[in-house]
């Protein structure tokens, strides 16, 4: 099977996402299928390996805290843009980075800008540093501690 799949999870999801797309019929299915395999062995090999995800409770735990955050900061982002300008303290950020893992560090910065009102900006040479603009930061300290409390803690614990 992995000889005419090369990435079965790609493909699965390639050929899941064509017929969401554009619907289910015989021939919509054919040519996701024929998507699912051509794409996955027409793209390049990934210069990492995939990742081990360990703690799926960890990881689902994770979505709904993010999910969770992503709506209270487009809350938070419209009261501030709507309210008066000396509202808003916008400034950058390093937040030093444990997180050992290439991908874990992906999906921490992955994070922190799909957040509103944060954004991951660069990542230190040594992967030791993540900067990150804050549209409104009072306490540099407590936004430190919240992204790796809420994100990296999780992200250590499933990729391990």
Not at 14 to 37: E, H, K, M, R, Y
Not at 87 to 106: E, F, N
Not at 122 to 128: A, G, L, T
Request: positive net charge; proline residues 8%.
């Amino acid at each position: 099977m992995r000889a005419f799949f090369p990435q079965p999870l790609m493909s699965a999801v390639l050929l899941a996402l064509w017929l969401v797309l554009n619907g289910f019929s015989l021939g919509q299915g054919l040519l996701g299928l024929l998507l699912a395999w051509a794409i996955p062995i027409a793209l390049p090999r990934p210069a990492l390996p995939a990742p081990r995800l360990a703690a799926p409770w960890v990881t689902a735990k994770l979505v709904l805290v993010v999910l969770h955050d992503i709506v209270k900061a487009n809350i938070d982002v419209a009261l501030r843009i709507l309210g008066p300008e000396s509202r808003i303290q916008s400034t950058y950020v390093w937040v030093p980075v444990d997180i050992q893992s290439a991908q874990g560090l992906v999906v921490f910065a992955g994070i922190i800008t799909m957040t509103p009102g944060t954004l991951s900006c660069e990542i230190s040479p040594d992967r030791r540093w993540l900067l990150v603009h804050c549209f409104h930061a009072g306490d540099t300290a407590a936004v430190v501690d919240e992204v790796k409390t809420r994100y990296e803690k999780p992200l250590m614990e499933i990729f391990r």
